[in-house]
């Protein structure tokens, strides 16, 4: 058991923000679409050793299971304790899908652990993406395979516009996205941590989004309680409502005449394999 005040700051908020994401999570088509292309693209075979890391509710790791069949296994990690009560109560009845709470930049997995390791659009949130990916190249098996899925610099403009409006007050937030924001990047990030023989998938999820007041009025609320935009919180409260104004104005400038804002959810799934397979 991992105690939260043991945690540096930034994990405690990213804890916190996905232990209030409740059925919300679950609610949204999106994550189970992710969650099928990563899996496509990991070539899972029965008795294959999976290690699915940020698992949230286990769409991934329910998914892997199914297809490792009984001789396999598959282990999600994950912060969330709230997440991971979710995935335990969807595996009911499953005894090769297991999930344990542990931080995926601090595994203790022996090396040569697993023969696939998955992460489906979590990369955005690890302080060291880099050092992350060489840990866990160290946990696959000869012939072992990486596989993560991320969004496009183009995706989520909401992110996009809390960024161009923060700036305004002096607060730089990073791109959301720029880890993974192109295929290039994507690619780059397995060289860097030593895979070989990498492929990067491309695919558009976007979809018509909701523009009214209420829903704009949400987003910022759940923005804030993302940890990407814990450099906000340090703003007076009254220059954090103008920021919020300025949010809301942005967002709705973009709305079209029946209200609707154009989701850009541009995917990308990177696979890596471990050298000398």
């Known amino acids: 058991m991992i105690p939260p005040q043991s945690l540096p700051a930034y994990k405690q908020q990213l804890i916190a923000y996905f232990d209030g994401l ?11 679409q992710l969650a099928a292309r990563l899996v496509a693209c990991a070539r899972l075979q029965a008795n294959h050793a999976v290690l699915d890391i940020a698992t949230g509710t286990g769409w991934v790791a329910l998914l892997a299971g199914a297809l490792v069949g009984p001789g396999g296994r598959v282990i999600g990690v994950d912060l969330s304790e709230a997440m991971l009560e979710r995935a335990r109560t969807k595996a009911t009845g499953l005894t090769n899908v297991s999930f344990v709470r ?16 998955l992460c489906g659009s979590a990369l955005a949130y690890l302080s060291d993406i880099p050092s992350a990916l060489r840990q866990w190249r160290q946990l ?3 012939s072992g395979l990486l596989a993560f899925s991320g969004f496009a610099d183009t995706a989520m403009i909401n992110t996009i516009v809390l960024a161009q409006v923060a700036s305004r007050y002096g607060v730089i937030l990073p791109p959301f996205n720029e880890a993974t924001g192109t295929a290039e990047r994507c690619r780059l990030l397995l060289e860097q941590a030593g895979f070989v023989d990498i492929e990067v998938y491309t695919d558009d999820l976007s979809y018509p989004g909701q523009g009214t007041p209420a829903d704009l009025q949400k987003s910022w609320h759940e923005l804030l309680s993302n940890p990407w935009t ?14 919020r104004n300025d949010y809301l104005t942005a967002m709705g400038a973009l709305a079209d005449k029946d209200g609707g804002i154009w989701n850009d959810m541009l995917t990308y799934a990177a696979v890596g394999w471990f050298p000398g397979s």
């Open 22 to 32: 409740g059925s919300r999570y679950d609610g949204s088509d999106i994550h189970r």
């Open 102 to 117: 542990a931080d995926a930049e601090k595994l203790s997995f022996p090396p040569a652990s697993f023969d696939r390791i």
């Open 140 to 142: 696959l098996r000869p």
């Open 230 to 243: 814990l450099p906000l919180h340090a703003l007076p409260p009254p220059r954090l409502a103008a920021c």
